[in-house]
């Protein structure tokens, strides 16, 4: 299969296969690792909106960009089409590439203040945020969404048609209600009829965790892109796997216990620069779980990791667990 570059406004992105936003992973250290193993564009964890007007001193961090990740997409999220724009021209001269805007999170506290996949009940009011947006920027502006609220109000397509005409560059779509969190199957069939009905690039996500399943969303959807998010977790090297079956039909092999090694130090040390290393240390802890998942002894691992207090302390265990 030729890959085919993806662009989204002016911005070129050669590999059409996409790290998702998640909040609480996609950090810059781990987009930068996933940008090092090929994933063509990384988006940062959601920023809200208001967070930004207020100037909340937490926000800046989430918002860091490196030199190391272009192209890079920031997140935002927001219900109302004035905070959120007026917030979106606050930061748009920050070394980011495209914005992009959230309607798919289904976390309770996000949808309770009609935020995230809450505004699929309403694309009429989704809509006049993004065009609000688009008028106020002039980086390129995409928006995720979901399937659906709820299996009773499937509106994708619509949902994608008045964006489409708001303006936005791109869409990615999450074959997923927001009723169903993650669980279940993603719908494929219903990325496939966005793809049909907007003429803008659609990226589809749901259900991308191996090589072959990146293939097939390509072939059964005929999405411009694939988003891989959750299968990233504690597997950076899904990226280049991907990309390298795409071009050439071979399965790498999985990354062996010394690989696995190596990139949890990379990342460690990453995060230990950007954060520091007691937050490094702390932080880490959810990804080396991830990291070692299937492992023999993991589960006593993950236990000791826990309790780890220092770098060294948990590179010992790494080693006693991974070597």
């Given at each position: 299969m030729k890959l085919k570059p993806l662009k989204i406004g002016s911005v070129l992105i050669s590999r059409p296969v996409v790290l998702g936003p998640m909040a609480g992973v996609t950090d810059l250290p781990f987009r930068v690792l996933c940008h090092e193993q090929g994933a063509g564009l990384v988006c940062t964890e959601m920023v809200s909106a208001k967070a930004i007007l207020y100037k909340n001193r937490n926000t800046a961090a989430l918002m860091e960009i490196s030199p190391q990740e272009h192209p890079v997409a920031l997140q935002l999220f927001g219900s109302d089409p004035d905070s959120v724009s007026e917030a979106a021209a606050m930061i748009e001269d920050r070394p980011f590439d495209i914005l992009d805007f959230n309607m798919g999170c289904p976390v309770p506290k996000v949808v309770n203040n009609q935020e995230g996949s809450a505004l699929m009940k309403d694309p009429v009011h989704a809509a006049?945020?993004?065009?609000?947006?688009?008028?106020?920027?002039?980086?390129?502006?995409?928006v995720k969404i979901r399937k659906g609220f709820n299996d009773d109000q499937v509106n994708a397509v619509e949902a994608a048609r008045r964006l489409e005409?708001?303006?936005v560059s791109a869409i990615a779509i999450h074959g997923r209600t927001r009723e169903q969190y993650y669980a279940g199957k993603a719908d494929w069939d219903i990325i496939r009829q966005v793809k049909e009905a907007v003429s803008i690039p659609v990226i589809g996500n749901g259900d991308v965790d191996t090589p072959e399943a990146a293939r097939k969303m390509l072939e059964e959807t005929g999405v411009d892109g694939v988003m891989i998010?959750?299968?990233?977790?504690?597997?950076?090297?899904?990226?280049?796997?991907?990309?390298?079956?795409?071009?050439?039909?071979?399965?790498?092999?999985?990354?062996?216990?010394?690989?696995?090694?190596?990139?949890?130090?990379?990342?460690?040390?990453?995060?230990?620069?950007?954060?520091?290393?007691?937050?490094?240390?702390?932080?880490?802890?959810?990804?080396?779980?991830?990291?070692?998942?299937?492992?023999?002894?993991?589960?006593?691992?993950?236990?000791?990791?826990?309790?780890?207090?220092?770098?060294?302390?948990?590179?010992?265990?790494?080693?006693?667990?991974?070597h």
């Open positions: 006049a945020i993004l065009s609000a947006v688009v008028k106020k920027i002039h980086k390129p502006v995409t005409d708001a303006g998010a959750r299968a990233a977790r504690g597997n950076p090297w899904i990226f280049h796997r991907v990309i390298h079956f795409l071009e050439t039909g071979e399965i790498l092999p999985e990354p062996d216990a010394q690989e696995v090694y190596q990139m949890i130090l990379r990342h460690m040390e990453l995060m230990a620069e950007c954060k520091g290393a007691p937050v490094a240390i702390r932080e880490m802890r959810k990804h080396i779980s991830w990291y070692t998942a299937g492992f023999p002894n993991s589960a006593s691992l993950r236990r000791r990791i826990n309790e780890a207090q220092s770098y060294d302390e948990v590179r010992e265990l790494l080693q006693e667990i991974l």
